[in-house]
């Protein structure tokens, strides 16, 4: 793909977890290895919006977390993206975000369970950072987050938010999505009570397995991709 296309892929996917309730302000960050160079990922840019990514803003970073390309500021938690992408060759997008369930269920400290359909996506499949509450400013606060990510395609910072990652921005910015539903969903089964059991192990893998296609993130990201221009289009 062009990198062109990519960064304007980064511009839509910061359209979309915006107007998918995952901003907080200007905080919250999305970045996507440089396509041949593995070394090198492009980067949303400090004190703006999600929704304010334009061709200009997108910085070139490299895995130490130092600018190459570009003149915006940069966020001060680039280390949890330089970290991520140096442990995982597999990965190329990361998202951190604060969405409120997310945040919520991190509070409360327990696994997810396999209580809906999104969920599936993270059964066995999430891992949980408990070092600090704090602002990921380090390498080596990155390189926790790293590890507690794991082979996980999601890692639950406590009492702080989320990172999610995948092989392309369409995978990662469908999953931010799920896991904030999965997260909503469990929350509001557990608050009304005893919750029934599980399904067992089996069916929830093939469930996990069924909605992880390449294929159905890019689908799903492009219908959020094309309400987003809908909304536009209106003023
Ligand atoms: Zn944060």
Redo the contacts with the bound molecule.
């Keep these: 793909m062009a990198h062109e296309d990519l960064k304007q892929k980064l511009i839509d996917a910061g359209k979309v977890l915006v107007a998918e309730g995952q901003d907080d302000f200007t905080?919250?960050h999305i970045s996507m290895r440089v396509p041949g160079d593995p070394g090198h990922f492009y980067m949303k840019a400090h004190s703006i919006g999600m929704d304010e990514i334009t061709m200009d803003n997108i910085l070139t970073i490299d895995l130490e977390g130092n600018v190459t390309a570009g003149t915006a500021k940069r966020h001060s938690?680039v280390y949890i993206h330089s970290e991520i992408l140096k442990a995982r060759p597999d990965l190329n997008c990361v998202i951190?975000t604060?969405p409120t369930y997310s945040c919520a269920f991190s509070a409360t400290g327990r696994p997810m369970r396999a209580l809906s359909q999104p969920s599936a996506l993270f059964y066995k499949n999430l891992g949980v950072y408990t070092d600090t509450i704090n602002?990921?400013r380090t390498h080596e606060m990155g390189r926790g987050v790293a590890k507690a990510l794991g082979p996980h395609r999601a890692v639950i910072?406590k009492n702080?938010?989320v990172v999610v990652c995948g092989a392309s921005i369409e995978e990662a910015v469908v999953s931010v999505i799920m896991l904030e539903n999965a997260a909503q969903v469990q929350l509001i089964a557990e608050a009304a009570g005893e919750v029934a059991p599980e399904f067992p192990e089996a069916d929830v893998k093939k469930l996990q397995h069924d909605i992880s296609r390449a294929d159905q993130f890019v689908v799903n990201f492009d219908y959020l991709v094309r309400r987003v221009r809908r909304r536009e289009a209106k003023g």
């Design positions: 905080r919250g938690e951190h604060h602002l990921i910072l702080h938010g």
